[in-house]
Structure formats: structure tokens, C-alpha cells
């Protein structure tokens, strides 16, 4: 099993940015893809974005392109979300996940595991 945590989250005013990181714990972080989703309560669980395992595809959604960024360091066992020109509607829960699969899994809303979550409020 895949050990997941976040961090990163914060309350921030609109225009502002933040950056996310999931850690993970094991030896094989390359060997799977990794992605971000975001969940408001009552809603379902939304992709934002995801990479590949190697770092050199990525894939996100519409409403967040153009302004968020994933990147990933094999060498930390570390990915990341860059979060620029946030708004108000960025708001929510965001979590950190993996698809043994490869990206286009997570894309498909399809992860193997994914963490607790970081909470992101954008206010206007």
C-alpha cells in the first residue's frame, strides 16, 4: 500500500497562489503515475491534473489549465501543484493520488490510492 500525505493548503485571496506537495513512502515512487483531485462536501471528487511516471507527460483539466502546474521529483518521492491566479471557486479539498495504470487511470478518475487531503480556500 501506498502511503500518501499533503501538505501545502491554505486560506488565500483570489489572484493569490500556493503550492501543494505529496509525499509518499516507498522505494518505487517512479513506477506510478500521480495525479491531484478536489472534493467539495456533497460534490463528487473532481481530476485536476495528473503526470506520467517518468515526469514527461501531463494531463489536466480544463478549468484549471493554464494556471495550474504539476510537476514531480522522483528523487524526493515528491509531486507537486503549482496553483496560480486562484479563485474562489478553487475551493476545496485537495488530494494526492497514484494509478499504477499511468496517467490517463487518474485522468479517467480511476486511482489506486489517494491521501487525506489538503484543505485549499480561496476567498474573493
Known amino acids: 500500500q501506498v502511503q500518501l500525505v499533503e501538505s501545502g493548503g491554505g486560506l488565500v485571496q483570489a489572484g493569490d497562489s500556493l503550492r501543494l506537495s505529496c509525499g509518499t513512502s516507498?522505494?518505487?515512487?517512479?513506477?506510478?503515475?500521480m495525479g491531484w483531485f478536489r472534493q467539495n462536501p456533497g460534490k463528487d471528487r473532481e481530476f485536476v491534473a495528473a503526470i506520467s511516471r517518468s515526469g514527461e507527460s501531463t494531463w489536466s483539466s480544463d478549468s484549471v489549465k493554464g494556471r495550474f502546474t504539476i510537476s514531480r521529483d522522483n528523487a524526493k518521492n515528491t509531486v507537486y501543484l503549482q496553483m496560480n491566479s486562484l479563485k474562489p471557486e478553487d475551493t476545496a479539498v485537495y488530494h494526492c493520488?497514484?494509478?499504477?495504470?499511468?496517467?490517463?487511470?487518474?485522468?479517467?478518475?480511476?486511482?489506486?490510492?489517494w491521501g487525506q487531503g489538503t484543505q485549499v480556500t480561496v476567498s474573493s
Open positions: 493520488a497514484v494509478a499504477y495504470g499511468g496517467g490517463e487511470r487518474l485522468r479517467r478518475g480511476m486511482p489506486d490510492y
Open positions: 516507498g522505494r518505487t515512487f517512479s513506477t506510478y503515475a
